[in-house]
């Protein structure tokens, strides 16, 4: 099946410093990623959707300047936490939609967790 | 507005007990209902979609429209059953997940 790969799994930084997160789809080409955030114990809330080539969109109450999606190629999507707070500590986790038939089954990444100190 | 919700955050059952996972949804359109399962330590992953129409590991889901409803059922749950498992709803191009129910499955 379709593989998701995301990088890293666990990330600790420090208050103010940025951190990239990259999800790559392995062996199959994705238009559409997806970022998802988890807090503890609650389900995935998207916070936006990225297409290859394009602006990614962002769900409502989302901050565009603060979560940087970049989705350069077919199989890479990155999101950036600029300037990372404590409350930015979460899981991150991202997924991939595969085209054709199965065009909306998404493949997840194992995700990453973030802890701001 | 797109809404799926999972009424039971925790269920627990005996092994060889049937099992059902609700799911209610609300959406304008015309849908498409998943389920994703989550086994511990592992990352979520497709169970199975409403229009494949199949039974993966024993387990099935009917989507009734009437109800607006899409819940997950098998007939006799297993310890390896034991996971957090999501209701899904794809509509335009949007995915929205329910708030998840943990099956906790007893030997």
């Known amino acids: 099946g379709a593989v998701v790969s995301q990088h890293p799994s666990w990330v600790i930084c420090k208050s103010g410093t940025s951190v990239k997160i990259e999800c790559r789809s392995l062996?199959?080409?994705?238009?559409?990623m997806f970022w998802y955030r988890q807090f503890p114990k609650q389900s995935l809330m998207l916070m936006a959707t990225s297409n290859e080539g394009s602006k990614a969109t962002y769900e409502q109450g989302v901050e565009k300047d603060k979560f940087l999606i970049n989705h350069a190629s077919l199989t890479l999507s990155t999101l950036t936490v600029t300037s990372a707070h404590p409350e930015d500590s979460s899981f991150y986790i991202c997924s991939a939609r595969v085209g054709g038939l199965a065009k909306n089954i998404q493949y997840f990444g194992a995700g990453t967790r973030l802890s701001v100190l | 507005a797109q809404r799926v919700t999972q009424p039971e955050k925790l269920l627990s059952v005996f092994k060889g007990a049937p099992v059902e996972l609700k799911c209610n949804y609300s959406?304008?359109?015309?849908?498409?209902l998943f389920w994703y399962v989550q086994y511990s330590r592992q990352r979520l992953q497709l169970l199975l979609r409403h229009i494949s129409r199949e039974s993966i590991k024993g387990f099935t889901a009917d989507l009734n429209k009437g109800e607006t409803s899409f819940h997950l059922k098998k007939p006799f749950a297993q310890e390896e059953d034991s996971a957090m498992y999501y209701c899904a709803l794809t509509g335009g191009f949007k995915t929205i997940f329910g708030a998840g129910t943990r099956l906790f499955v007893k030997a």
């Open positions: 062996d199959f080409q994705a238009t559409t």
């Open positions: 959406y304008s359109g015309s849908p498409e």
